[in-house]
């Protein structure tokens, strides 16, 4: 038996790395009991702000065999979205600015044609294999899984760091009914280092290791559909959709290198964006450059909203 899940566990992080995926951690499917404290204190603190659906499916998201009955195994894998220098250079304090990841095609759809292939080739190799594929849409503590599969250690910044290439890659997770051999947490090296928190804006970051998600510009500028806060002019840094202060200033992720994912390479008219036409974007420019992007999220009317916001933040 013991052979078989050494054999099963190599086959599958074999096959994750051919797809692409930059690394590939496994840990048992279990109750995450130390994370159900850190989730009560998030929604009592209401840190997820107007993200009520955050509040849903609680006990689905501490434990994986209400997602998958008889699961065994969470695969929990990496995949790099940092972009090559010449990209980001164009996307300097001259124009608006929107985080790293939305650059490209939308990554829930490009992860989930790869995971579902994974899966499939795990169903080939290895026989009948319950399981379901996971990329940020469902209730799924996506970093609480990838620091037990030993993938990296959640940062000052709450996020998923790496020491080998920072923090620019995206969660995804394969729960599976096979019993695999587990992989171990790492040390956790942020050390004394407060450069995420003395960073944020908002003031986002009010502990380290904990982010109020009602004060992030990624909430403000992605997930609230109402106006802006006043208070929070000026304090956007001409981010109009996302933000990646916190990670743009985090020492480990001077190791960052460029992905290799050309569905991830951004339209060819979006750097090329000056201030003035985001400005005077049109219905049809945002159809045409965001086709495919996470950036439909928050739709052209929560685009244009934002924009205007930090177009008008020096005004009274």
Known sequence: MYDNREKNTTFIK???????????????????????????????????????????????????????????????????????????????????????????????????????????????????????????????????????????????????????????????ELIIDLELKYDSKVKDYCGTCTACIDACPTGALEEPYKINGSKCISYFTIELREELPEEMKGKFENWMFGCDICQDVCPWNRFSTPHHEPLFDPHPDLLDMTKGDWEELTQETFGKIFKKSAVKRTKFTGLTRNIAFLKNKDSN
């Open 14 to 172: 074999s096959e994750a790395l051919r797809l692409g995926f930059m690394s590939c951690g496994i840990s048992r499917a279990e109750f995450l009991s130390d994370e159900a404290p850190r989730l009560d204190y998030y929604l009592k603190n209401q840190w997820n702000g107007k993200m009520k659906w955050l509040e849903n499916h609680y006990d689905k998201r501490l434990d994986p065999t209400k997602l998958v009955p008889g699961a065994k195994s969470v695969v929990s894998l990496l995949y790099n979205y940092y972009p090559p220098k010449q990209t980001t250079e164009k996307q300097q304090e001259s124009t608006y600015k929107l985080s790293k990841y939305a650059y490209g095609e939308d990554y829930h759809f490009v992860l989930k044609r790869k995971l579902k292939e994974l899966l499939h080739c795990i169903r080939e190799e290895i026989g009948h294999v319950e399981g379901r594929v996971f990329v940020d849409s469902a209730p799924v503590l996506d970093k609480a899984w990838a620091v037990r599969s030993g993938l990296g250690w959640r940062g000052k910044n709450a996020l998923l760091l790496t020491k080998q290439k920072g923090s620019f890659h995206f969660i995804a």
